[in-house]
């Protein structure tokens, strides 16, 4: 999640590449969102990397500069909803402003989160353990050094343009629902039966879209699930 204001502008403690082995390398899915939607499932266990590198710390200059510039793992792009730990203060998290639901034994809240201003977190202290600890495979590669973080904004900027691109379509295909996480969108729009017979550049919409989301998934499997 990315850092409050103070953290930004001032370079405090940030806690996003602190703790690893609680995310997507516990082997678990961290969070329901497009791996669940398309079926990209991939096990990431820990200690099955095939790279051995030297972990180059991250100054939380440069956690200011990549985080407030990406959100998609807050904005409902990257994920669909974010389940709590042990340890969340479920209370306290609902005074702040995050709607919670039961999902199986466990609470959780949906994505676009409620918190999530754009840029930054609303909540960043009091913030979810699994925000606090999740790590994208940007900001791993930018910490192991094996990364710039400028080619790291780069292809921050790529992958939202693209996640535009699809909310373009979906607006243009009647879907509004803005506090919907984007895999939910796609998938009530394309549940939607095709008229052939209807107007022909909304049918070649829905094949734009196919291709958009295609595109958007490539982009996040390949630098930001991994």
Not at 92 to 115: D, I, M, N, W
Not at 128 to 139: I, S
């Given at each position: 999640?990315?850092?409050?204001?103070?953290?930004a502008?001032?370079?405090?403690?940030?806690?996003?590449?602190?703790q690893?082995?609680?995310?997507?390398n516990?082997?678990?899915?961290?969070?329901?969102?497009?791996?669940?939607?398309?079926?990209?499932?991939?096990?990431?266990?820990?200690?099955?990397?095939?790279?051995?590198?030297?972990?180059?710390?991250?100054?939380?200059?440069?956690?200011a500069?990549?985080?407030?510039?990406?959100?998609?793992?807050?904005?409902?792009?990257?994920?669909?909803?974010?389940?709590?730990?042990?340890?969340?203060?479920?209370?306290?998290?609902?005074?702040?402003?995050?709607?919670?639901?039961?999902?199986?034994?466990?609470?959780?809240?949906?994505?676009?989160?409620?918190?999530?201003?754009?840029?930054?977190?609303?909540?960043?202290?009091?913030?979810?353990?699994?925000?606090?600890?999740?790590?994208?495979?940007?900001?791993?590669?930018?910490?192991?050094?094996?990364m710039?973080?400028?080619?790291?904004?780069?292809?921050?900027?790529?992958?939202?343009?693209?996640?535009?691109?699809?909310?373009?379509?979906?607006?243009?295909?009647?879907?509004v629902?803005?506090?919907?996480?984007l895999?939910?969108?796609?998938?009530?729009?394309?549940?939607?039966?095709?008229?052939?017979?209807?107007?022909?550049?909304?049918?070649?919409?829905?094949g734009?879209?196919?291709?958009?989301?295609?595109?958007?998934?490539?982009?996040?499997?390949?630098?930001?699930?991994?």
């Amino acid at each position: 999640m990315p850092p409050s204001r103070a953290v930004a502008a001032a370079g405090g403690q940030s806690a996003l590449h602190g703790q690893r082995g609680d995310g997507w390398n516990s082997g678990g899915t961290q969070v329901d969102g497009w791996r669940g939607f398309a079926g990209l499932r991939r096990r990431h266990r820990a200690g099955s990397a095939t790279r051995v590198s030297t972990p180059v710390p991250v100054s939380n200059e440069t956690v200011a500069q990549l985080c407030p510039a990406c959100g998609l793992c807050c904005n409902g792009v990257l994920f669909g909803d974010v389940e709590l730990r042990r340890g969340d203060d479920a209370k306290l998290l609902t005074s702040v402003g995050l709607e919670l639901f039961r999902k199986g034994s466990r609470q959780a809240f949906t994505q676009p989160c409620a918190c999530f201003d754009g840029k930054l977190c609303r909540i960043y202290a009091d913030r979810p353990k699994r925000c606090a600890t999740f790590e994208c495979g940007l900001l791993k590669r930018v910490q192991d050094g094996e990364m710039k973080p400028a080619l790291a904004l780069r292809k921050i900027a790529e992958t939202r343009r693209q996640a535009d691109r699809v909310l373009q379509l979906l607006r243009s295909l009647g879907d509004v629902n803005e506090t919907l996480p984007l895999n939910k969108r796609y998938a009530a729009v394309s549940a939607q039966p095709i008229d052939l017979s209807a107007d022909k550049a909304e049918v070649e919409r829905r094949g734009e879209l196919m291709l958009a989301v295609a595109k958007l998934m490539e982009l996040l499997e390949r630098d930001f699930l991994k």
